[in-house]
Nanobody, 115 residues
Framework: QVQLVESGGGLVQPGGSLRLSCAAS???????MGWHRQAPGKQRELVAA???????TYTDSVKGRFTISRDNAKNTIYLQMNSLKPEDTAVYYC??????????WGQGTQVTVSS
């Protein structure tokens, strides 16, 4: 059993930066991990993923602006978000693979990009 807790969300102006953290209660080194987001009225989408070997993938809308990373010694993954846009506003969730109910999910952290 793995519990995930996200932190680092908040209100930021367009063009600003935030760093999200996802701390796990157990070892996550063997899991691929992902950051997802869900905006009001929209479906949840996978924003970024990182394999156990630290290979990363990103959805097109965040490429060049977001960076996912992991620190297995701390059982934590991160999402560095730069050049934030209003359309990045959403609740951000971290999860283990698979990106279904079979994976472990955090409770989410709100990110609001607004002037």
């Amino acid at each position: 059993q793995v519990q995930l807790v996200e932190s680092g969300g908040g209100l930021v102006q367009p063009g600003g930066s935030l760093r999200l953290s996802c701390a796990a209660s157990g070892n996550i080194f063997r899991y691929a991990m992902g950051w997802h987001r869900q905006a009001p009225g929209k479906q949840r989408e996978l924003v970024a993923a990182i394999t156990s070997g630290s290979t990363t993938t990103y959805t097109d809308s965040v490429k060049g602006r977001f960076t996912i990373s992991r620190d297995n010694a701390k059982n934590t993954i991160y999402l560095q978000m730069n050049s934030l846009k209003p359309e990045d506003t959403a609740v951000y969730y971290c999860s283990t693979a698979p990106w279904t109910m079979q994976g472990y999910w955090g409770q989410g952290t709100q990110v609001t990009v607004s002037s």
